[in-house]
């Protein structure tokens, strides 16, 4: 799909790690699944990241993002909470639910500052909770197409994810970026997967990531927030 340069701008804005939301401070449980030994090469960091892919992504985090931008084409504030709520039950820890808190509230702060995106009072209830309605919000204010704004979004978690692995599994940086190529390749497919599902089919879970993530809010050294 073609963007025009000022949308692919705006895009690249919007995922890049210097967006002031604090996403390298989070693992999402991958650093207690190294500490246990769960995650210790290469290979085994595959296993997790495409599980999470398969389980988490694409029956939650883009199909929740397709719904939010759809509820933001439409004007319907009160679809865009609701699918907030959602996203918030969806996160199976106190750790995981803090993170989509604080980042949401982040980019929130960041999209208040500007006067020409700054959203109506029905709207940042939804953005302060989760920092996938600010990008569904920027994404419909800033003219750029669905399926662009979530393969980036998919593939900004992705590098995050790489780059905590780089400092936990770890491996070097010509294995980090060869991590990026095997699976930001599988990206395009979870999307895809996504956009096909309908309201009652969304939900998923990655019972491992849960145990680690709730492990991780009492470990005893941590390099990140959750």
């Known amino acids: 799909m073609m963007l025009s340069q000022i949308a692919l701008l705006r895009l690249m804005q919007l995922t890049s790690p210097s967006l002031p939301i604090g996403g390298f401070t989070y693992s999402q449980g991958l650093e207690w699944a190294v500490e246990i030994g769960w995650v210790d090469s290469g290979e085994t960091f595959v296993r997790w990241q495409r599980q999470i892919i398969d389980d ?3 029956y939650v985090d883009l199909p929740v993002l397709i719904r939010l931008f759809r509820a933001c084409e439409a004007d319907d504030a009160a679809a865009f909470q609701h699918w907030c709520h959602f996203l918030l039950a969806t996160r199976e820890t106190g750790e995981l639910r803090q993170e989509e808190r604080q980042r949401g509230q982040a980019l929130a702060r960041l999209i208040t500052d500007w006067p020409d995106m700054a959203p109506g009072p029905a709207w940042l209830p939804a953005l302060r909770q989760s920092q996938l309605a600010g990008m569904a919000w920027l994404g419909r204010q800033w003219s750029i197409p669905l399926e662009p704004l979530a393969l980036g979004y998919a593939y900004s978690w992705l590098e ?4 905590a692995g780089l400092k936990l599994v ?3 940086q010509q294995k980090a970026q060869n991590l990026l190529r095997e699976l930001s390749a599988l990206l395009p497919g979870a ?3 996504a956009a096909a599902l309908q309201d009652d089919e969304l ?3 990655y019972p491992v990531q849960a145990i680690a993530s709730s492990r991780h809010e009492t470990q005893y050294s941590r390099l990140f927030r959750s």
Request: glycine fraction near 24%; charged fraction near 0%.
């Open 56 to 58: 988490q992504l694409s």
């Open 170 to 172: 770890p491996f070097g």
């Open 203 to 205: 939900g998923g879970g």
């Open 160 to 163: 995050s994810s790489v780059m």
């Open 191 to 193: 999307y895809h997967q």
